[in-house]
């Protein structure tokens, strides 16, 4: 999809793996350490119990995550110094997609150590949830800052949509709410309907 969209609106197409390869190798083990590192905050304040430990991957991952594969893109536009918004959803989506095959890559690795046998289930659930996960939310958390830089561009209510959404989602995601496929399956749908609403914004508006 992404090279189609690369294709569609004219974007150089060596910038794909170059984002990709910056969003793999500069986002994901930052990720892993600050996430570990809060996660122990965390705990050392409010207490080794159930109610911390369930809610603790809702707590930390969103916020750090999130906020370290934008500042990821934040370095690449100021290399690249795109001018429209389809730009930046572009380079949100390589940087998150490149930090979901690190993080995917990562949990397969630690269940291989584990017990070999659950390689491929572990791999199967890692593929089941990557398509509405970090390569969509960075994509639509780009969207919503080029939107701040590019004013006019797309509405007040739609850039607070753009950057409200992945964080909020991400944390209802990691959540003891989502313990159900009901909840896994909505959540997705929120997320692609999302996804496909400021894609056809984008796509509708010329020089956007």
């Known amino acids: 999809m992404l090279i189609f969209l690369y294709k569609r609106w004219e974007h150089p197409l060596y910038t794909l793996p170059l984002t990709l390869f910056i969003g793999y190798f500069s986002t994901g083990w930052l990720a892993g350490e600050a996430n570990e590192w809060a996660s122990h ?92 996960s970090h390569w969509l939310y960075t994509a639509l958390f780009a969207v919503g800052v080029g939107s701040v830089k590019i004013k006019h561009a797309i509405s007040i209510k739609e850039t607070l949509l753009c950057l409200i959404a992945p964080i909020t989602l991400h944390f209802l995601w990691n959540s003891p709410l989502n313990e159900s496929i009901f909840v896994s399956a909505l959540l997705s749908s929120i997320s692609a309907y999302l996804f496909w609403h400021v894609l056809r914004l984008l796509d509708m508006k010329n020089g956007v």
């Open 41 to 132: 905050q965390i705990i050392h304040s409010l207490g080794n119990n159930a109610i911390v430990i369930n809610w603790l991957d809702a707590l930390t991952a969103p916020v750090i995550e999130e906020i370290i594969k934008l500042i990821c893109v934040v370095m690449i536009v100021y290399l690249l110094n795109p001018k429209t918004l389809k730009t930046y959803l572009l380079i949100g989506a390589c940087v998150g997609l490149g930090f979901q095959i690190c993080e995917d890559i990562s949990y397969i690795v630690n269940v291989a150590t584990e017990n070999i046998h659950k390689i491929v289930p572990q791999a199967f659930n890692r593929i089941s949830g990557s398509v509405t």
